[in-house]
């Protein structure tokens, strides 16, 4: 059974930072492309980060320079370091697996992240 399960959200000032982990269970990590996204409170759910099988990334326009995904196969983790962090950063950070293995999509249950201005 695949099971994502994301960590380290919380409150922060503006400026600051934090890391968000997912770690994966049930999956080859190396066999899958990985992903952080968010939704912020009545706003759709948006890409924030991806890392694919191979290690390419991928940022949101709004994140560049900030962010950094990254992934350890062999721990079967994708942090996702968050710095110079802005209010509208606020929402729950989602992770996201897929992959050529299936046809599905794996999320986990959030983490929020609150940033005070």
């Known amino acids: 059974q695949v099971q994502l399960v994301e960590s380290g959200g919380g409150l922060v000032q503006a400026g600051g930072s934090l890391r968000l982990s997912c770690a994966a269970f049930?999956?080859?990590?190396?066999?899958?492309?990985m992903g952080w996204y968010r939704q912020a409170p009545g706003k759709q759910r948006e890409v924030v980060a991806t890392?694919?099988?191979?290690?390419?990334?991928d940022y949101a326009d709004s994140v560049k320079g900030r962010f950094t995904i990254s992934r350890d196969n062999t721990k079967s983790t994708v942090p996702l370091q968050m710095k110079s962090l802005k209010s509208e950063d606020t929402g729950v950070y989602y992770c996201?697996?897929?992959?050529?293995?299936?046809?599905?999509?794996?999320w986990g249950q959030g983490t929020q992240v609150t940033v005070s201005s």
């Open positions: 049930g999956i080859n990590l190396s066999w899958t492309n």
């Open positions: 996201k697996a897929w992959g050529p293995w299936t046809s599905r999509e794996f």
């Open positions: 890392v694919t099988r191979g290690g390419s990334t």
